[in-house]
Nanobody, 117 residues
Framework: QVQLVESGGGLVQAGGSLRLSCAAS????????MGWFRQPPGKQREVVAE????????LYADPVKGRFTISRDNGKNTVYLQMNSLKPEDTAVYYC??????????WGQGTQVTVSS
């Protein structure tokens, strides 16, 4: 069974940090591009960051550039999102996803991140 399981979300004050993890099972992430997405309350899901299977230069959405870092540990079959200098507008459900070809076809169940002001 293919699964992506996110963890590490929670409640944090503005300016704080969180590290999200996405553990994969049933697939080998070294064969996939991996991404983090988020869905703020009442809004559509949006991309946060992605990293290719070759771990070349990661891509970040403008609102998180310089604050968030995506990384992958193929040996642990896990992807991470380090989030620093968190802002209330970062409050969202965060999802990880895997892409083998064109579309993001495998998704996790999401983890809630709430940033208080």
């Amino acid at each position: 069974q293919v699964q992506l399981v996110e963890s590490g979300g929670g409640l944090v004050q503005a300016g704080g940090s969180l590290r999200l993890s996405c553990a994969a099972s049933g697939l080998t992430i070294s064969n996939y591009d991996m991404g983090w997405f988020r869905q703020p309350p009442g809004k559509q899901r949006e991309v946060v960051a992605e990293i290719s299977r070759s771990a070349s230069i990661p891509l970040y959405a403008d609102p998180v550039k310089g604050r968030f870092t995506i990384s992958r540990d193929n040996g642990k079959n896990t992807v991470y999102l380090q989030m620093n200098s968190l802002k209330p507008e970062d409050t969202a459900v965060y999802y990880c996803a895997a892409r083998r070809d064109i579309s993001w076809q495998t998704w996790g169940q999401g983890t809630q991140v709430t940033v208080s002001s």
